[in-house]
Nanobody, 129 residues
């Protein structure tokens, strides 16, 4: 079982960029075995899907709210997944969680929380106006 760890969160201003990273603290994560996604949870709201990448690395999918601003990509040699966030706005504020799904089809990005079997502890992103 992988143990995901997120990093890179912080306090930024509207319009700024931020990059989050996710890796396995145990060093066993093989990205070709897991679909990887980022979810976020704003205060008082449910955790929601943000963006994901398939096991193949060739399929990505993002929520409408971040489409065109957020990008997900992998560094396979480091078994790390990154979330590049540009043009941040206050509505992007929340705790961002990395998630991994081993059972996903090779070219699919699962969208539901219940499909993911490993989660990180989350990293806080706060965007001030």
């Amino acid at each position: 079982q992988v143990q995901l760890v997120e990093s890179g969160g912080g306090l930024v201003q509207a319009g700024d960029s931020l990059r989050l990273s996710c890796t396995d603290s145990g060093g066993s994560l093989n990205l070709y075995l897991y679909a990887m996604s980022w979810f976020r949870q704003a205060p008082g709201k449910e955790r929601e899907f943000v963006i994901g990448i398939s096991k193949s690395g060739r399929t990505t999918y993002s929520a409408d709210s971040v489409n065109g601003r957020f990008t997900i990509y992998r560094e396979d040699a480091k078994n790390t997944v990154h979330l590049q966030m540009n043009t941040l706005n206050p509505e992007d504020t929340g705790v961002y969680y990395c998630a991994a799904d081993r059972a996903a089809e090779f070219t699919r990005v699962p969208l539901r929380r219940s499909e993911y079997d490993a989660w990180g502890q989350g990293t806080q992103v706060t965007v001030s106006s």
